[in-house]
């Protein structure tokens, strides 16, 4: 039997050929997968309809299901992704600097593939095509591995992929599928240091927590956002009703959705029963701080938990604050370092919480909503960084190339 | 007693004053550090003369009393880097872009230091005060433990450099040394997650691979170098012998050092015998596979293992290879991706070589004793990087910041 660090390696030995490749020939690629997984989009919805009829079985919820669902619009969205990928810049190549030193050496700075990436995802068969094309855009190649109620969806997508990749002479190990969808293939991947360059986790929290902790291959980490809205004193009402409204309702299951609410004790009154109500009224749930309650007494308690939690749902913490200065310090013991914003129309508060808030993206007067690869002009996103190493916030095609100094001589010895 | 997990969070304090601080206010401090060095150099001198007759007592080999060892002459030199490091240009605050979204939000992205630093290290106390001055230029607070042999030295000159940096109004805790040097406060800091935003380890091998086993603090590895030189058939001869003694003789204990020579069966007649025995006149032991020994019989044989050493010292291995393919595949499997280097007169051999290789520096007719700060033109360096996450190759002071996005918008939703 195959093991994974086996499919690992032959994903290591294509990398080498494509990181060589110029971006017409991927791009090619590309169009061919675009092609070929519409051309045999009735194959990839049967093996899809027998994953969702196993799902059912299985008893998974309705909230999984519809994330594990293809559909034939689906497949035209997924298919129009990829096309649109081919329309945007190779990162690779890109001379990012370079200069004659005093001895004639000439040194320049390139940007080239990171070679061999492992995504390990759950549930939703997009992540399969997107994962393989946008690694495919930037010069990688990768080992996918996505969650068993997916594999049927899995197996089809990546073999459809696979076979448009070889008809393009690029070779097939360029996208390959881990078929074992135990834990062990996953603890395995996290183990390839050598053979994987990087892993990028994709999914909740737990899956996102598991690698971090046990990877030894280099980690990007993705998506947690404990994100917070900050109402300064100042701020103007009406906005801050709207961009609280936003962030928070507009959709909850995204990790730049807001999940707490601060508000200043100078204007809590009138503005917190206000805002309160304009959530409730939108079906959140709000569970607030004694001050809190006192001003509004619909709100259940909060208790320490909830300051530290990303809800992906309609519930929100609430807490009166002093003044700035505890709304920066109670970010920075409960904040994800997602996105985090303030509502104000002071001068020096909106540059101190810029300045202070340790965040991906931080805001003044807008909805955390916003940070997002698109919203972003980044074009593609890979996911959204909330660590400090490589990529912070949204990760554009950029994030998944390194660099490597080219130094041409004519004999310089030191 | 405290704890290393208080100590990081003393220094997580720190960080966030420290970010918020103009370079003006870092480089006040840098230069008290420099003038408080050398005004109590004798203290200082007195505390390393201490560890070293425990050194001697405990019977280190000279090698390392010599690293351990600080003189008048080499405070100098410490101090002279620290006001070097004035000179050099603040990475953070710099807008690295910035653009104007369609709907009017204004988007800048920023480079901020990463934040609370951990460095571990060995028995070399320079690397107390240059760990510490690089992070303070570029706005981080560091966690400092160094080697047991060095903890009277490294007392002295923390305390020395908290001194100067509290007389200038910053937070003492921007550096702070962990006095406890057992193998559990190494193990602390590298599970510092949330603590800690870094860990840089600075040493040998053996230290750098445990700390990348353990490590769930993100972590960049520095410095481990098997580096190759390739004489290509083509090879000038002159160049050819001058690159390779360069390469593995003007410093062999040093990362970018050549352990490793490769040379086509085309030239190796009479190529070869002269190489070998420049590197033998200087000391060198040669290592071979049976057709390098075939043609030059005083080589020792070489086994796999000699293939994948980074001696650091005066033993090269040495592969006679069929070509330019053979010659890129063994580096493939036995580089560590720190410097390679081909010998050449083909244009397209040196551009294969610059693009298949996979190394953090690849050159064209020059030694590999090139790949290092100073030489790359980028003022101080922390390290030398063998990863490709985050930073490769020579590490400026910007490899020790991140980046924000600072969004200011009106209010706008989405």
Redesign the interface.
Known sequence: MTTTEELGRRVKTAS?QL??LPSGKKDEALAAIAGALWARREEILAANAADIAAGREAGLREGLIDRLTLTEERMRGICESVRKLIALEDPTGVIESG?V?PNG?R?EKVRVP??AVGIIFESRPNVTVDGATLCLKSGNAVLLRGGKEAIRSNRALAAVMREAIASCGLPEDCVLLVEDTSRESANEMMKM?GVL??LIPRGGAGLIAAV??NA?V?V?ETGVGNCHIYLERTA?PD?AE??T???KT?RVSVCNAAESLLIDEGCAQPLLPRVAKALMDRGVTLRGCPKARAIVPEMEPADEEDYGKEYLDYIMSVKVVSGLDEAIAHI?RYSTGHSEAIVTRDYGAAERF???V??????????T???DGG???LGAEIGIST????A??PMGLAALT?????????????
Request: charged share 20%.
């Open positions: 080498r990181a060589a200069s030193r050496l040194i990171i070679g240091q360059d990087l971090v902790q030894t280099p990007i103007d906005m709207q961009i409204v936003n962030a507009s920075a810029l300045n202070e340790d965040a991906a993206a931080v805001y003044v007067n807008a909805s909503r916003f940070t919203e972003f002009g660590q400090k190493l490589h912070r916030g390194t660099c490597k100094y080219k130094v041409y001589g004519s004999g310089q010895i030191r």
